[in-house]
C-alpha cells in the first residue's frame, strides 16, 4: 500500500480533496490549445522538446532515446534498457510509482525500435508536472538490480525469442534488413532466437548502456497536447540534471555512421508457415537527408492488402492477394533516420501460393520500370501514399517517436503537412525511375519456410 505522506504534494491534494480535480470531461480545457498538427520545438538546459498542443483532457509524453538496437554495441541491450522503465530508481520504489500512476487514473508505456528506445506515459492534462519528474527519473535515477535482470526483464528477453521464432513473417522481415544493412541497421529489433544473450547480457551491462543512451544530446522530450511553454518548464528543472557525456571509460554508441545499403539472399527453413520479403533501397524519414516522397507513392502502387472491405483495391498486388486464400501480401515503406527499405511481404501456408505472389511482385516491378503505369492508377495511388502519410504521422506515438527521432538526429521536428504536400507533388515519372532505379541495386530477398518448393531470387528475375 502507498504511504500516503510520502506522494507528491498536488497528489495528496487530490487523495485527500477529491472536489479540487475538475471533472474529467473538463480537465484541462480552461486554457484555449492551438489546435495544429505541427509541433513546436525548443531546448532548455541542453534538452531538446517539442509539443503539438491539441485541444482535449489528455496528454500523452514521451522520452525519445537515439538508443534502438541500430546503436547498441551489443546484442540486447536496447531490448533490456526498455525492459528496465519503470522500475526501482533512486527515489521511488516501482511498487509506489505504480500506485501513483494508479492514482492519476494515467497508463505508461516503453518499447524499443531499430532507432529509439521510447518511455512514456497517458495522463491528464494537469498532471503534467508529476509525469515528465517521472520519466527524468527513469532516465537519470533506474536502479539496475541483479534480481530484477534474473526474474524479470531477462525471461521477457526469452519470450520475446519465442515469439520471434514462431512468426515467420518476423524472421524473414529480420533477415531483410540483416542482408540490406548488415550492421547497425541491419541488427534485428529483437534478438534472434539463437543468440546467446546471456552471454552478452547483465544488468551492469544494462546500466552502463543507459549512461550513454540516456543523455542529453541523445534524447528528446516530446508531448501530444501540452502546452510548450509548460513542457519547457517542467523539462528544464527535471531533466536539468541529466549527464551530457557519456560515463568516464565508455565508448560514444555504435551505428552512428552513415547506413550502407548491400543486398543479398538467406534462406531459412522452417516448419510452421511460409514467408518470402522482397526489399529494395527506399527512404529516409522526412527529417533525414534522403527523403524521397516517391517511395512511398511506389509502396501504395505495389500495395497487396485491400483498404476497402469486399474488394481487392486498385493495388498491384491486391489481386494476387485476394486469389489465393490466407495469401498475405504487404508493401511497406520503412523510413529511417538516413535510410530506408521498402519491402513486399509475401506469406501463408502455401508455398506454391507464396512463389506465385512473388514471380507477380517481381514481373510487376519491372513493368512499372519499363514505364507501364496508368494515370489513373498512379492517381488512386498517390492519393492513398497520402491519406497513409497523415493517418500514420497523425496517430500519436507515431509521431512523438518520429518527431524526437528527427530532433535528436537533425534537430528537425517530423511536421506532417510538409510530408503530405511532398508527397501529393510527385510525379508518374519519379516513381517510374524510382523503380527502375531499386532493379539497378542488389535485392534483399529473404525466404522462410518449406525451402524445397520456394524460389531462390534468381529463378524470380532478381539480382541479388
Keep these: 500500500m502507498v504511504v500516503r505522506a510520502r506522494l507528491p504534494r498536488h497528489a495528496i491534494n487530490l487523495v485527500q480533496h477529491p472536489s479540487l480535480r475538475a471533472p474529467a470531461c473538463r480537465r484541462g480545457l480552461a486554457a484555449p490549445a492551438s489546435g495544429s498538427f505541427q509541433y513546436q520545438t525548443g531546448e532548455v538546459e541542453g534538452v531538446k522538446y517539442a509539443s503539438r498542443d491539441l485541444a482535449g483532457p489528455t496528454t500523452t509524453l514521451a522520452l525519445v532515446a537515439k538508443a534502438g538496437s541500430r546503436y547498441q554495441p551489443m546484442p540486447g541491450l536496447a531490448e533490456g534498457l526498455e525492459k528496465y522503465a519503470f522500475r526501482n530508481t533512486d527515489k521511488r520504489s516501482a511498487l509506489r510509482l505504480h500506485r501513483e500512476v494508479e492514482l492519476f487514473g494515467a497508463s505508461l508505456f516503453s518499447y524499443h525500435t531499430r532507432e529509439s528506445v521510447v518511455i512514456g506515459a497517458k495522463f491528464f492534462r494537469d498532471d503534467l508536472p508529476y509525469f515528465v519528474e517521472a520519466l527524468g527519473e527513469v532516465a537519470t535515477q533506474t536502479k539496475y538490480l541483479d534480481y530484477e535482470f534474473d526474474e524479470l526483464v531477462l525471461p521477457q528477453i526469452h519470450i520475446a525469442q519465442h515469439h520471434q521464432l514462431q512468426n515467420p513473417t518476423e524472421l524473414a522481415l529480420a533477415s531483410a534488413h540483416s542482408l540490406a544493412f548488415h550492421r547497425g541497421l541491419g541488427e534485428p529489433v529483437n534478438p534472434i532466437p539463437s543468440t546467446p544473450v546471456e552471454k552478452y547480457l547483465s544488468s551492469d551491462a544494462i546500466g552502463a548502456y543507459s549512461t550513454l543512451a540516456y543523455r542529453k544530446p541523445n534524447v528528446a522530450v516530446v508531448a501530444n497536447g501540452a502546452d510548450l511553454s509548460e513542457v519547457r518548464r517542467w523539462v528544464g528543472e527535471y531533466f536539468g540534471s541529466m549527464r551530457m557525456d557519456p560515463a568516464p571509460g565508455l565508448h560514444p554508441l555504435e551505428g552512428d555512421e552513415q547506413a550502407k545499403y548491400y543486398g543479398g539472399e538467406e534462406r531459412i527453413a522452417h516448419s510452421s508457415s511460409n514467408a518470402m520479403v522482397i526489399a529494395f533501397p527506399g527512404s529516409s524519414s522526412l527529417t533525414g537527408g534522403f527523403y524521397r516522397p516517391e517511395i512511398a507513392v511506389l509502396a501504395a502502387l505495389l500495395g497487396g492488402r485491400s483498404a476497402i472491405k469486399w474488394s481487392p483495391g486498385f493495388s498491384l498486388l ?116 524510382a523503380a527502375k532505379g531499386m532493379l539497378e541495386f542488389k535485392a534483399s530477398v529473404s525466404t522462410v519456410g518449406d525451402l524445397w518448393q520456394l524460389p531462390y531470387a534468381e529463378e524470380l528475375g532478381l539480382k541479388v
Excluded: C, M, W
Design 318 to 433: 491486391g489481386q494476387d492477394a485476394a486469389t489465393h486464400s490466407k495469401l498475405n501480401i504487404e508493401t511497406k515503406s520503412a523510413i529511417y533516420s538516413d535510410a530506408g527499405l521498402l519491402h513486399i511481404n509475401i506469406s501463408g501456408p502455401s508455398a506454391t501460393a507464396v512463389t506465385d505472389a512473388a514471380a507477380s511482385a517481381a514481373t510487376k516491378l519491372k513493368d512499372l520500370a519499363a514505364g507501364k503505369l496508368s494515370s489513373e492508377l498512379f492517381n488512386k495511388a498517390r492519393a492513398r501514399a497520402r491519406f497513409q502519410e497523415l493517418e500514420y504521422g497523425q496517430a500519436v506515438l507515431a509521431g512523438l517517436e518520429l518527431t524526437g527521432a528527427g530532433l535528436v538526429r537533425s534537430n528537425q521536428a517530423y511536421q506532417l503537412d510538409e510530408s503530405a504536400d511532398r508527397i501529393e507533388k510527385v510525379t508518374e515519372k519519379q516513381v517510374k525511375d
